[in-house]
């Protein structure tokens, strides 16, 4: 996939050639997307592009992209990114003299020719903005001022590494806060005073005390008819200073200030109070202005009555909002949930789309790339509201702060909200405010890290129409949605591809083999992958085998995954700290269960609890995306959950040596239960029941028959041969012995000899480890007796004669 979400077309399609980097990069010929690759690759290009049409020599491209850590290649890593640059980018046929990537002795450089960039429209647009406004043509400035602010609504170049990126970030925010002011000034001069304070607030925010801006905004303020607010903004203005800088405000602010207390129409809006036709009307309570140079009016008739404010001057148009963050540059494996995202909704409703999964997923990216796919959809805008809902408690955002947010950017600064957030009553004003504002519109809104359903509710437009995604790790089932999506970890074969995309081609094919280990270590994660990518981009003489090596488990590989301040752990942590003790409880217990796969059963005999309660502690996880439920009452970890599980429940090894007895108690007593004896036929390890370490009882016979434990039996599956190796890798050695020799009857009546076999064999390594003697003789007589049950009877009857002359010591 490329960056917009739609299949990359073969480079070659012949076309015009278009770059954009004043968001996510973009390549595109014919309007038709092309497929860039990884971020660093993306870097390259950026790079060429932005010193073109200049020869860029290996040392500066290094110094541009890597900064002070190049590779340990050094440059002779440049020709495989430019290579898979030509490629994506060049007709077919071209050859490199027809390459937009031209090489040279030491360099290279990008060939504009006919290649067309955002970067080039948006100095157009500027440049005709400026000269514009230089002849007085207020209104083209203003048009094509709009048009180069809508190239800049997102973040350029957003998430490139290297010294020239950052660069280019902050020389584009000061040229965006450039374009804002200027527009703004021709706002005021044409008399759109509401436009101007609509333009001052969807600029970036700027210093505090920039002085320039504030006087643009008393001066919009003034034109309002809101004298005292551009009063208060001089004053709040003027403090900044003072404790920040220690001086007053400088001349052109004072006078501003001053020619707002004295209404003088000419300073502040560039013309008198008769000849502002086409301008902003004075509100009914706003009393008349007059420039001080005037003739004051007639005492006997006094000031005429302000005019009523008509009809089509009460609600000015607004610019359209876009608040979305910038777009991922990979998302691989995603289409099927893009199409259920993006896919028509009724007209005449608000749909609400639920997206949840476990941390590291991918909930938000996936989000993000539906959002920009709907933009061109909403047309009076899209707005993005984190709830923060996973961060620390100080970043935590309520619905208030939320709604108080969605509100200023529909309403902008002028429009008074209620303010005491201290009070109840407050939520059901804003609430109230925020559905009439929305009422006329067609909104895009994303929800992000939403918690629960009352966070949500509140935010919700009234607009027919609109459209809700609601991301977050916790489902929703409070929350009326049309479509609830559960993004699940990619596939084995997608994630190879997306560790491709993120590693680079080249690097990853070298080692196939490698990189499909990683992916599987990785548990197809989005989250982990980048963090895997990453630390292989940053130690160049890694090899993939050499990373993947590091993780020989997944214990081991999760301490692996953490590059800066990401780490795969620290995402799981935050999913567990906004447990509640109960769901902290179990989920710390299913850190020690043996096998992959459990129930209710299981857990409740680790917790004591009954089966009902043990069964809603895990539907509770399942709605936390802790816990994944493939069938119906039969649950699993992801890989690398479980081992977050494991290390917590380390964390308390009283406590997980408690869980760990109980459960493999529960599991002998299903084997005795379902064998063909009874469960009282087996001469010793009969007192397993009664209470634990942690004084808890343990009831080592829950089920009424032997139907029941072979059922439950029956569920586990395959991984009965897991909870044998499970327990002697714990050290539970007579717990390993009893449950390989409880098996044998069930797993052979069901013709599962080659599981009985490997369990048997997993007991028989530790059997002379445990507390009970009889059990290696023990052991072998279940082997002759597998061995006849397979028609295999001497070599059995050997087994069994050789284990039955061997007798168990005294005792």
């Known amino acids: 996939m490329d960056a917009a979400g739609r299949g990359a077309v073969p480079a070659g399609t012949a076309g015009r050639l278009r770059i954009e980097l004043l968001g996510p990069v973009h390549a595109r010929r014919d309007g038709r ?19 073109a049409p200049a020869f860029v020599t290996y040392g500066q491209l290094l110094d541009d992209v890597w900064g002070t850590e190049p590779p340990g290649t050094g440059h002779r890593v440049l020709p495989s990114y430019v290579y898979a640059l030509r490629k994506a980018l060049d007709v077919p046929g071209a050859g490199p003299d027809g390459s937009v990537i031209e090489g040279g002795r030491g360099g290279y450089r990008f060939v504009t020719g006919d290649t067309r960039t955002d970067l080039a429209d948006l100095a157009e647009h500027a440049s005709l903005a400026r000269a514009a406004k230089a002849a007085g043509d207020l209104n083209r400035a203003v048009d094509h001022g709009g048009r180069a602010l809508e190239l800049l609504r997102g973040e350029p170049l957003p998430g490139l590494p290297g010294p020239l990126a950052d660069t280019e970030r902050h020389r584009l925010a000061r040229r965006r806060h450039a374009l804002h002011q200027d527009r703004s000034e021709c706002l005021l001069l044409l008399g759109r005073y509401r436009d101007a304070l609509e333009e001052l607030m969807a600029a970036p925010p700027a210093p505090l005390h920039d002085e320039p801006m504030a006087a643009l905004r008393m001066r919009a303020l003034y034109g309002s008819g809101r004298q005292a607010e551009a009063l208060s903004v001089y004053q709040e203005t003027r403090r900044r200073l003072l404790d920040e800088l220690g001086v007053e405000p400088g001349e052109e602010l004072r006078r501003i200030h001053q020619a707002v207390l004295r209404r003088e129409d000419a300073l502040l809006l560039g013309r008198a109070p008769e000849s502002r036709a086409g301008g902003d009307v004075p509100l009914p309570d706003s009393p008349p202005r007059q420039d001080h140079r005037t003739e004051p009016s007639d005492p006997a008739t006094g000031p005429s009555p302000a005019r ?208 499909r280990e990683l992916a599987l270590r990785c548990g197809g994660l989005p989250l982990a992958l980048r963090i895997a990518s990453a630390r292989l981009q940053n130690r160049p003489s890694w090899t993939l085998a050499f990373l993947a090596g590091r993780m020989p488990d997944d214990t081991r590989g999760l301490g692996e995954l953490r590059a800066g301040d990401r780490s795969v752990e620290a995402a799981f942590r935050m999913s567990y700290d906004q447990l509640t003790p109960e769901l902290r409880r179990g989920f710390r217990a299913l850190g020690s269960a043996p096998a992959a796969r459990f129930d209710g059963v299981t857990l409740a005999a680790m917790l004591g609890t009954p089966d009902e309660e043990a069964e809603a502690l895990l539907e509770d996880l399942v709605d936390a995306s802790l816990l994944q439920e493939p069938h119906p009452g039969r649950y699993r970890l992801h890989d690398l959950v479980r081992a977050h599980a494991r290390r917590l429940a ?162």
């Open 33 to 51: 997307p092309l497929g860039l690759g990884p971020i660093r690759r993306q870097a390259v290009l950026a790079a060429l592009v932005l010193r």
């Open 308 to 515: 009523p404010l008509p009809q089509d001057l009460r609600r000015q148009p607004r610019p359209r909002r876009n608040e979305l963050p910038g777009d991922t540059a990979c998302l691989v494996g995603r289409e099927a949930e893009l199409a259920l995202l993006t896919a028509p909704v009724a007209p005449g409703a608000v749909s609400v789309m639920t997206i949840d999964g476990t941390a590291g997923v991918g909930k938000t990216a996936l989000v993000v790339r539906a959002a920009w796919a709907l933009d061109a959809s909403y047309p009076d805008g899209c707005l993005f509201v984190d709830l923060y809902a996973y961060g620390a408690a100080h970043e935590s955002v309520g619905p208030q702060r939320a709604l108080r947010r969605l509100l200023r950017a529909l309403r902008g600064p002028g429009d008074e909200l209620p303010h005491d957030e201290a009070h109840g009553d407050d939520m059901a004003e804003l609430v109230t405010a925020w559905r009439a504002a929305t009422s006329g519109l067609r909104l895009l809104l994303v929800v992000d890290n939403a918690r629960s359903a009352e966070q949500v509710r509140p935010l919700l437009p009234a607009g027919p129409g609109s459209r809700v995604l609601v991301a977050g790790r916790q489902r929703l089932p409070g929350l009326d949605a049309d479509l609830r999506l559960t993004v699940e970890p990619l596939g084995p074969g997608e994630a190879v591809g997306l560790f491709r995309e993120l590693l680079g081609e080249s690097r990853a094919d070298r080692e196939p083999e490698a990189a």
């Open 650 to 811: 380390a964390e308390a090894p009283r406590e997980a040596a408690a869980d760990r007895a109980a459960v493999l108690a529960l599991y002998t007593a299903a084997g005795r239960a379902a064998s063909d004896w009874g469960p009282e036929t087996f001469p010793t390890g009969q007192g397993v029941a009664g209470p634990d370490v942690t004084g808890r009882d343990v009831d080592a016979q829950p089920f009424s028959g032997g139907a029941g434990a072979s059922a439950w039996l029956d569920a586990a599956g395959g991984d009965l041969v897991d909870v044998v190796a499970s327990a002697s890798a714990a050290g539970e050695f007579d717990h390993a012995c009893r449950i390989a020799e409880a098996l044998v009857d069930h797993l052979a009546r069901r013709g599962h000899f080659h599981e009985c076999r490997s369990a048997l064999e997993h007991a028989l390594a530790c059997a002379d480890m445990t507390t009970e003697r009889r059990m290696p003789s023990s052991l072998r007589i279940c082997l002759g007796i597998v061995d006849v049950y397979q028609g295999r009877c001497p070599a059995g009857c050997r087994l069994v004669r050789r284990s039955a002359a061997v007798r168990p010591p005294a005792g």
